[in-house]
């Protein structure tokens, strides 16, 4: 269980990177960091506002290198259209600059961690 201080850490990380709002600062992201998660919501989503917290701390604890970057699709409709998201929540994962995992609407938590686990672990060993 997290303690208070850890969720609060996690909950500023993830809004710290709610600047991010140009396709270009994107791109850059994905191709410097090993891995990188883009969450697409707006504050319209009720679903996305639920899925949100759970991810971002199931990607804290499974994955050291992870850097997370949400994009209100209600501000950036030109970053959604640039990734082709057309629904919401979409989670983009990028491993080493490429993008490996979409989900959009329906996903659970633990479905994101499985198909990205292994491929990361290889990564980073």
Known sequence: M???????????KFYYNL???TIEEIQNSIKEN???????????????HA??????EAIETNFEKFE??????SVS????????????????IFLDGREFVRKSRH?????????IKRPYEIMTS
């Open 51 to 56: 899925l949100k917290p759970k991810l971002l």
């Open 107 to 115: 996903m659970s938590v633990d479905e994101v961690i499985r198909e």
């Open 77 to 92: 409709q030109d970053i959604a259209a640039h990734f082709s998201v057309f629904a919401i929540p979409t989670v983009l």
């Open 19 to 21: 600047t991010m709002q």
């Open 2 to 12: 997290l303690r208070i201080e850890n969720i609060i850490e996690l909950i500023v």
């Open 34 to 48: 090993l891995a990188v998660m883009v969450y697409f919501s707006a504050p319209t989503c009720n679903v996305c």
């Open 68 to 73: 997370i970057i949400s994009v209100d699709v």
